[in-house]
Structures are given as structure tokens and as C-alpha cells.
């Protein structure tokens, strides 16, 4: 194989490429350049080794550099690299599809395949109007997303999202009739709460409030991510969940999961829906579907939903929309080759075997200079920082900083500071990531 290792480029060679939700200036005084992975590990331009605690971002659920995922990629590639799902089809779409639904929660067995978790975002808030207008209830069109939700950067997830520097440079180029949840992160109430928080169900009770105000007729669905990472790990109070799908029951609404980031295993099982035993109408993926091989994802929904849209003459098109890329067969071998992965080494309940562990791991940080509250369920943690007077992020941007440094790839977001591991991970690395974090903690000012 002539896999290829780049050198370094050249300060000069950076400019070219405007990076994404990245500090770019920042980044190209002194960048950090990764060039290898395997395992666990990143190794960068210079040949340092760096422990990934946060599965590249967030996807990379079975480890790095797996040989499986390479070879069905390379044998897809070489029997064909491509075929289109608009009016024809390739056999392992459809065996993708099954295996998914076989993991799936409970009735939802029909799935929509797209490239991303953005694309899943937008392509389900576009059925959920859709299935409306197919049930003669087109006035159904409002949506209800979540103060400091993460739905990915389309403008149909954008307009449902609620972090503000995410909107806020778009000006008013949001869609109309959206409104929002509050957030459901209260240090006040929670802080060092281990795995879900006991105050803030009532918080659900809010939509309830937003349905009186909008009318149930206009609503066509809520979404939110059943733990939100981007924001900085917000995780949903006892029984929250289960109300919110009670409320949009009684009235009609459908709701909408955002498993991007809790999809497959990240939380014990294949599925947060699973995890809290709440079955949303849809729910978005992508990321661990396909280990961040290659750019896939996929929109699950219940049965009733696809039927909905299979009426009229059967040679029409039920849905004006999809992807070029839709089950793109390379990304479907990658899948494949994932989920078998995932079943083989039984990564997809690996989280549950490991969380109080890794709970244990986490709290550990409490006490530490600075940290107002750590998070964490299944394999995900957060700890949050004060932040410094009159500079937001500053302070978890500088441990983020000297993390990699010392050899560990953690991520932050405004003064936290995620974790969310390859699932393969072991119990040495966990005592790794925390000891090398706590040592910067304790250092930076
Ligand atoms: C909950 C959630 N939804 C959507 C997205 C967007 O996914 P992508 O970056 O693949 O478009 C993300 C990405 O982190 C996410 O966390």
C-alpha cells in the first residue's frame, strides 16, 4: 500500500486551507499536525505520540487504523468505487439498512442515508414537515430545538440549534418559526453529579408552555440531542427525556433524537434512545456509523413515518430529496465493516462496562484549581473551568493547548473541556487522559 505519510508542510503552505471552527491564526502560528494513527493514538508531524480522548471528534468509536475497515474499503473500491441510489440500487445499501435496524431502537426500522450528521439534521426536519403535509396537516411546519443545542451547521440545523456564535454571524437567514427549550445544564442545582442530574426534569415541562404559545397545529417537531457534547456536555435530567416524548405524544409532535455524537455505543448502548428507554419518531447519526472512516450518516425513523409518504401511485417519487452520495457503497462497506467490529468486540455495550470506572476517573478532577463541576456518563466526560474574568475560553483553551503538548488530545469548548474516548479504550489510558489533565489543570492559571 502507498499510503501517504505527507512531510510537515511549510508555514507558508498553511494559508490555502480556511479550516473550520478553528482559531485560524492561531492554528497556522503554530499548528498541530497529525499524521499517523493507530489504536488509541494519534502520532504527529514531529513523531510525538498523542493519546486521541476524544475519538477524533467523536467518531472514531472502534480505535484507530482498523484493518478491517481498510480492507472493505479497498475491496468496494476496486468491484465499484460508485453507483447511485436515485431510481437504482446496490445490494449492500440494503444490507446496511437491515443491520442498522437490528440495533435500532424499538419500531424504527427504515432508514435514510446521507453524509453527515448536519445532512441527517436537515433531511429530518425536512420529513418530519413533510409527514405532516403527507398526513393532510401541512400547517404543521414550526420547529422546537434547544437554547445551546448542537444540530451541525446546515441552516435547518442551525436555525434549531441554540449556541449563539453558531447563529449569530448569520444574521436573520434562519428558518422561520423556529423557537427553543431552555438548556438543561444548571451547575447551581448539579454540579459533580454523577451521570444524570437529579434536578431539572421540570424543565421539560417548558414545552409545554411553547405549545400554548405556537398552537400544537403548527408544530411539526422537537429536537434535541439526548446529551448535547458540542456546548460542552449537557446531560438530560432524570426523566426529561420521557416527558418530552409524553408532551409531544399528547399533541402530535414528533420528536427528533440527535444521536451524532451518542450513536453507536458512545453511551452503553448502540443508542441514547436505548440508554433512557425513550423511542423518538426520528433520529439522526452519523459519525460512529462508519468510525470517521469515511463521511457517512443515516436519519432512522419509525415505520410509521416512511408509510406515511407511501401513498398515490406507486411509480411517483414519495420524497424530493437525497444525496449523490446517499449509501454511497464505500461508505456502506466502511459501515459494514464497522458494525461488524462493533459486534465482534462488543464496543457497543463497552461503555457501560467501563463508565463507573471512568466516572470514578473523572470525578477524580473535582477539587482541582479552577473546576466548577465535572460531568460524565457512559464514556463521556466533561470538566468545566471557571472561566477567566473578561475572557471566556481562555483558560480551557490553554489546558487544551498543553494537553497536546504532554501528549493527550482532548477537546474545548468555551471553558470545558470534553472527553469521549475510542471505546476500545483501556483502563491505563483512562488513568493517562485524567492524570495528564488534572497536571495541566493544576498549572494554568
Ligand atoms: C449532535 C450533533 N448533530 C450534528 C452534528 C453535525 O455533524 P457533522 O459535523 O457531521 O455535520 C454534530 C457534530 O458534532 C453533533 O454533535
Not at 375 to 382: E, F, K, P, S, T
Amino acid at each position: 500500500m502507498n499510503a501517504r505519510i505527507s512531510p510537515a508542510p511549510a508555514q507558508s503552505d498553511l494559508e490555502a486551507f480556511w479550516m473550520p471552527f478553528t482559531a485560524n491564526r492561531q492554528f497556522k502560528a503554530n499548528p498541530r499536525l497529525l499524521t499517523r494513527a493507530e489504536g488509541m493514538h494519534y502520532w504527529t508531524a514531529d513523531g510525538r505520540q498523542v493519546i486521541d480522548a476524544v475519538a477524533g471528534l467523536w467518531c472514531v468509536n472502534a480505535g484507530h487504523g482498523r484493518r478491517e475497515i481498510t480492507e472493505a474499503v479497498t475491496r468496494q473500491l476496486s468491484v465499484m468505487e460508485y453507483a447511485p441510489t436515485f431510481q437504482m440500487g446496490h445490494p449492500i445499501a440494503f444490507e446496511l439498512a437491515n443491520r442498522l435496524v437490528a440495533i435500532a431502537p424499538p419500531g424504527m426500522d427504515r432508514v435514510f442515508f446521507t453524509n453527515s450528521g448536519s445532512e441527517s439534521v436537515d433531511t429530518a426536519l425536512k420529513i418530519a414537515i413533510a409527514y405532516h403535509r403527507a398526513r393532510g396537516a401541512g400547517q404543521r411546519t414550526r420547529f422546537i430545538g434547544r437554547e445551546k443545542g448542537y444540530h451541525g451547521v446546515g441552516f435547518g440545523g442551525m436555525s434549531v440549534g441554540g449556541m449563539v456564535n453558531n447563529r449569530k454571524f448569520f444574521g436573520s437567514s434562519m428558518l422561520p418559526g423556529v423557537d427553543h427549550l431552555p438548556h438543561t445544564l444548571d451547575i447551581g442545582h448539579n454540579a459533580f453529579s454523577r451521570n444524570l442530574p437529579q434536578w431539572g426534569m421540570h424543565l421539560a415541562n417548558e414545552l409545554e408552555r411553547l405549545i400554548a404559545l405556537h398552537d400544537a397545529s403548527t408544530i411539526a417537531a422537537v429536537i434535541v440531542e439526548p446529551i448535547s457534547g458540542s456546548a460542552g456536555v449537557l446531560l438530560p435530567p432524570v426523566g426529561y427525556l420521557k416527558r418530552l416524548r409524553e408532551i409531544c405524544d399528547k399533541h402530535d409532535i414528533l420528536l427528533i433524537f440527535d444521536e451524532v455524537i451518542t450513536g453507536f455505543g458512545r453511551v452503553g448502548k448502540p443508542f441514547a434512545a436505548q440508554a433512557f428507554d425513550v423511542t423518538p419518531d426520528l433520529m439522526t447519526t452519523a459519525k460512529g456509523l462508519s468510525n470517521g472512516a469515511i463521511p457517512m450518516g443515516a436519519v432512522f425513523t419509525q415505520r410509521k413515518v416512511y408509510e406515511a409518504f407511501m401513498q398515490g401511485p406507486e411509480n411517483t417519487i414519495e420524497l424530493f430529496h437525497g444525496y449523490t452520495y446517499s449509501a454511497h457503497p464505500v461508505a456502506c462497506a466502511a459501515a459494514l465493516a464497522t458494525l461488524d467490529i462493533y459486534a465482534k468486540e462488543e464496543l457497543l455495550t463497552r461503555a457501560a462496562t467501563l463508565s463507573s470506572t471512568w466516572e470514578d476517573a473523572v470525578h477524580s478532577m473535582r477539587g482541582l484549581p479552577n473546576v466548577i463541576d465535572v460531568r460524565n456518563y457512559g464514556l463521556i466526560g466533561a470538566v468545566e473551568l471557571e472561566p477567566r474574568a473578561g475572557k471566556p475560553g481562555a483558560r480551557a483553551f490553554d489546558v487544551f493547548l498543553k494537553c497536546f503538548e504532554r501528549g493527550v488530545m482532548v477537546r474545548q469548548t468555551g471553558d470545558v473541556i470534553a472527553l469521549s474516548p475510542p471505546l476500545i479504550i483501556e483502563r491505563g489510558h483512562i488513568a493517562q487522559i485524567v492524570e495528564t489533565l488534572s497536571q495541566v489543570i493544576r498549572e494554568t492559571a
